[in-house]
């Protein structure tokens, strides 16, 4: 049995990654992208230095050609000398040559829990359309991760109209996957061959993973009634936005990971193709952040944007630590993972008949009564081992003979999967375990048919207490129940990955949090690897990560453009950021797994809302200027920038005195400011659009502010009489005396009808 909360594709598939990743960021001889900018205006033409550029390669290399991009953007993946990439980097028209990145792959009560969360009366019949997100919105969600299992009943095209007559996009054909696979829910399926050099070859839309299945049923799944996994979590499955056609584009192999390249052709056929969303869950890991030019997720991103398609990334999984937060670009809508109030629960019977609390999924068939007996590690441990190995029961750390046929406690002190400590006490005849592990709190694990569940630290401490301060200790583990309106909810995920933005701290990221713990969706059908013992392969299946809740605000912003077509992805994220919640189902401050209250570099603007950005009142535009703008003062020259930009106005030129600390300036619906001196203080401006129709209305601003900084917004009042208005103000910020830590706090626009609110971070940090 493999973990069955996945975050990439299991400890195995990690250390390829990792060899992988390792191989592609080194200079030397292999796949390199050759980054061109700006696609010509002529549909599906190359530009003349594009052409060229090829020409010169195919005459030297006749097979050297992987890929070439011209839809969205210019440029191609060859392969390469270290020296020839060198070459080609001076080349007139080429922006940025950098070798091909591996990249990692960082439902059904998170809907109604976001319902609930947002005051939504919920119909009790379950084939009620009062959900709005229900409503058949006909935009097109394009998911660039492992593929698709088209048989799953949550890609059935019941009561869908025609596909959108827009739609350009194809069905590819493999020896696994047919044109009858699409229907009118699945009207894309497309896959990108494995590099040459790959020892297994995969060339099929077809899932073999199981995480784009579940990506894709997440965002814009059928409503299915009755799922469950294995009885647990049973309810209706639904995606975000039911109603929305769905367009895999198959990136990421089992073998292989997910190659820069051919996110890149993934990016350029979706804009070809006509998608209106493209949501990934996956990106570089976080010891690793390349720069914007040699990102292809931060590149296809850009340009996806500019043909008014709105992207929704995945933050990374690599949390709780600070600044792992990645595709942080400002024309990504960066996307934090929190818990829904569903909790699996798995208890600790002492013999003492206290009740310890615990968590993860196992089917166990043992006695409810307390009659195992209970030993902890660190006493059952081998004559030779060390200490904190018998803690941890780690491999060759305890003596059989102490452990067979009893209940062993176990420490998660190196903060390995919860499954590896199973597995060696299960090899030692051991008959369960209870793992002590804090930082797990609101995530389960399966253990399939083997007694096994998760305790936090101070629970870990009664029951060691209980064992020590008895002469024979008994136990029992409880099968796993699945109760709701658990509280708190949400809680930030204790992986999901943390601001400060690096790339730079100017923006402030995450965007958003949403559901991304123990999320139940669809799942490829013969996966047995995830059954327990005696079980059909699942269906549906519970897994978690920062990728579960990338599709939410996905599924969530395929709604916003089926209400506001016109809308442009910065109006999108600006509805869902500005109407997010901050409060939890207990009436208090959202906090994160250690019960601190959480901050903008946890949630970013906080919890997305299910139905609050459909009427956001006003939304803050970023516009090209801004992030042409952001380019110049992020330190790339007006050169660089025509070449990569679509269209850029005519006279446009970067500002005389750009500087990282104008980031802070562009129209972005939240406020990061870094290098911030008390003396001199700073001062950045905003402006909002009106989009809540005609009619005068009178937003006046209220300020959250942290007790050591002075804030003033100039005017405080804003005057909207028309659908489409525009008003700006500038906000001051000043301080006393120096910041000692990093300051949180909001501005918040509202007519008693409509609020729309900002985050802002201050630091005196200086900016890397």
């Known amino acids: 049995m493999k973990p069955l909360v996945t975050f990439i594709f299991g400890l195995t598939s990690f250390f390829i990654f990792v060899s992988l990743f390792t191989e592609t960021v080194a200079e030397k001889d292999g796949v390199y992208i050759v980054y061109m900018g700006a696609a010509p205006k002529t549909k599906g033409s190359l530009r003349h230095d594009h052409a060229q550029l090829l020409s010169s390669l195919l005459k030297r290399n006749k097979n050297a050609l992987v890929r070439s991009y011209k839809n969205g953007f210019s440029g191609f993946a060859a392969r390469l000398s270290a020296e020839e990439a060198h070459s080609i980097a001076q080349r007139a028209g080429v922006v940025s040559v950098f070798p091909d990145p591996v990249l990692e792959l960082h439902t059904t009560r998170s809907w109604d829990f ?4 947002t005051s939504v009366v919920i119909d009790s019949n379950p084939n009620s359309n009062s959900n ?20 799953s009943e949550s890609f059935n095209d019941k009561a869908m109209g025609p596909i959108p007559s827009r739609w350009n996009g194809t069905c590819a054909k493999a020896q696994d996957f047919n044109t009858s696979n699409c229907n009118k829910k699945i009207i894309g399926a497309r896959s990108y061959e494995d590099d040459e050099a790959s020892v297994i070859k995969y060339q099929s839309p077809r899932d073999m993973v199981g995480h784009g299945t579940h990506v894709a049923s997440t965002a814009a799944g059928s409503e299915v009634q009755g799922v469950s996994y294995y ?107 929190s818990t829904i109030d569903r909790a699996f629960e798995s208890d600790v019977v002492l013999g003492d008949n206290t009740v310890i609390k615990g968590e993860g999924i196992n089917f166990a068939n043992i006695q409810k009564s307390p009659v195992y007996p209970i030993v902890y590690g660190k006493s059952a441990k081998k004559k030779d ?10 491999t060759n750390s305890l003596d059989q003979e102490l452990v067979k046929g009893k209940i062993v406690v176990c420490e998660n002190l190196d903060k390995t999967y919860a499954n590896e400590h199973m597995d060696e006490v299960k090899q030692l005849g051991g008959i369960g375990v209870v793992l002590i592990d804090y930082d797990s709190k609101g995530m389960a694990s399966s253990f399939g048919t083997f007694p096994m569940t998760v305790i936090s630290s101070e629970d870990g401490a009664k029951v ?38 690096t790339i730079p701290k100017n923006i402030l990221k995450p965007d958003i949090a949403a559901p991304g713990v123990n999320i139940l969706a669809a799942w490829m059908g013969n996966d047995t690897a995830e059954a327990p013992e005696g079980k059909d392969p699942p269906l549906y299946n519970l897994i978690s990560g920062t990728s579960m809740a990338c599709p939410h605000v996905s599924g969530i912003a395929a709604t916003v453009k089926s209400k506001n077509p016109t809308w442009s992805p910065s109006a999108i994220r600006s509805a869902i950021m500005t109407t997010a919640n901050q409060i939890n189902n207990l009436k208090a401050p959202i906090t994160t797994e ?34 042409l703008n952001f380019l110049c003062h992020h330190g790339y020259n007006i050169t660089t920038i025509k070449t990569i930009a679509n269209t850029i106005p005519d006279g446009f030129t970067c500002p005389k005195e750009s500087s990282i600390d104008l980031i802070s300036n562009i129209n972005y619906p939240s406020i990061a400011i870094t290098n911030f001196n008390e003396k001199a203080g700073r001062k950045v401006n905003r402006t909002l659009t009106n989009v809540a129709g005609d009619g005068n209305s009178v937003y006046t601003v209220t300020i959250d502010s942290p007790a050591n900084l002075d804030i003033k917004v100039v005017p405080n009042k804003l005057q909207f009489t028309k ?4 008003s700006s103000y500038e906000v001051s910020f000043s301080a006393a005396n120096p910041l000692k830590e990093d300051v949180f706090g909001s501005i918040a626009w ?18 890397n």
């Open 114 to 117: 976001l319902n609930y969360q």
């Open 132 to 151: 709005s997100t229900s409503n058949d919105s006909g935009a097109i969600i394009g998911i660039l991760d492992t593929g698709i299992w088209p048989e």
């Open 231 to 337: 009885g647990l979590a049973e309810g209706t499955a639904k995606g975000g936005s039911p109603g929305s056609r769905i367009a895999m584009y198959r990136v990421c192999s089992p073998n292989n990971g997910c190659r820069g390249s051919s996110i890149l052709a993934a990016f350029d056929d979706a804009i070809a193709d006509g998608v209106d969303v493209l949501s990934l869950s996956l990106g570089a890991p976080s010891f690793f952040k390349p720069q914007i030019t040699d990102d292809p997720i931060a590149l296809g991103a850009f340009h996806a944007v500019q043909h008014g398609i709105t992207v929704v990334c995945s933050a990374g999984n690599d949390g709780p630590d600070p600044g792992t937060v990645v595709n942080a670009a400002p024309w990504i809508v960066t996307v934090a993972a």
């Open 385 to 394: 081992a060390d200490v904190n190995d018998s803690r941890n029961c780690n």
């Open 464 to 501: 060691l207490s209980y064992i020590n301060s008895t002469k024979n200790p008994v136990a029992t583990i409880l099968r796993t129940t699945s109760p709701t309106k658990y509280t708190p909810a949400p809680i930030i995920a204790y992986f999901s990955s943390r601001g400060p933005s």
């Open 594 to 627: 250690k019960g601190v209250a959480a901050t903008p570099y946890d949630f970013g603007a906080g919890e997305v809302s299910l139905t609050g950005p459909l009427q956001p009142g006003l939304v803050y535009e970023t516009t090209a200027i801004d992030y």
């Open 723 to 726: 659908n489409g208005d525009k």
């Open 750 to 767: 509202s007519n008693g009808k409509y609020k729309v609110r900002s985050p802002f971070a201050v630091s005196s940090k200086r900016d």
